[in-house]
């Protein structure tokens, strides 16, 4: 049978405070103001805005467009192609919160980076397939947008504000009509 003395249950109880103050400093780390949850995912925010580079692309006529055309609106920019397949799970989720949120304020940008001949024509077959209706086809045929803007895949998302300027971004596929990403960017819209 062992004894406990007092010293021993004040140690056991040191290790235990220690533990959970170092548990509430690593979720403070993951959960603080650099990072917002979108489901399961984890949306990074910067702890200033970065000024995004040129990215140009077309619009579903093949009009040359650049993303300043688009200023004055918050934009959650979302690279994607059609060859992917989180990227295509994820659209339907972006087409809702178009849907949903899109209008003066604010707009969902999906810029697909397919880039072969038929690039623009497969973009609007995928869109017509899976009944996206409320976001704006936008191609990039050089495929350079994610490269200009430091992607490291498809999909990525940017969160960019009235004056151009990267708020964050989320690297994989999210649920961007879910409550989380709805808060988001109401609290981008009107800070």
């Given at each position: 049978?062992?004894?406990?003395?007092?010293?021993?249950?004040?140690?056991?109880?040191?290790?235990?405070?220690?533990?959970?103050?170092?548990?509430?400093v690593l979720r403070g780390l993951l959960d603080g103001?650099?990072?917002?949850?979108?489901?399961?995912?984890?949306?990074?925010l910067?702890?200033?805005?970065?000024q995004t580079p040129p990215v140009s692309f077309v619009d579903s006529n093949g009009a040359p467009m650049q993303l300043d055309h688009l200023r004055g609106k918050?934009?959650?920019?979302?690279?994607?192609?059609?060859?992917?397949?989180?990227?295509?799970?994820?659209?339907?989720?972006?087409?809702?919160?178009q849907a949903r949120l899109g209008g003066p304020d604010f707009e969902v940008v999906a810029l697909s980076i397919d880039n072969d001949a038929k690039g623009l024509a497969q973009v609007k077959a995928f869109y017509s397939q899976v009944g996206i209706r409320h976001l704006r086809i936008f191609q990039d045929?050089?495929?350079?947008?994610?490269?200009?803007?430091?992607?490291?895949?498809v999909p990525t998302t940017l969160l960019i504000d009235r004056q151009g300027r990267e708020l964050g971004r989320l690297a994989g596929a999210a649920e961007w009509d879910s409550?989380?990403?709805i808060k988001l960017?109401?609290?981008?819209i009107s800070p």
């Open positions: 049978m062992a004894v406990t003395t007092r010293r021993q249950r004040w140690a056991v109880l040191a290790v235990v405070v220690a533990a959970l103050a170092a548990g509430a103001p650099g990072s917002a949850a979108i489901g399961q995912k984890r949306f990074v910067h702890a200033q805005p970065k918050v934009l959650l920019l979302n690279i994607w192609a059609t060859w992917c397949a989180p990227c295509r799970e994820e659209m339907p989720s972006l087409d809702r919160l045929p050089t495929a350079s947008a994610g490269f200009n803007l430091g992607t490291a895949g409550e989380d990403a960017v109401r609290r981008t």
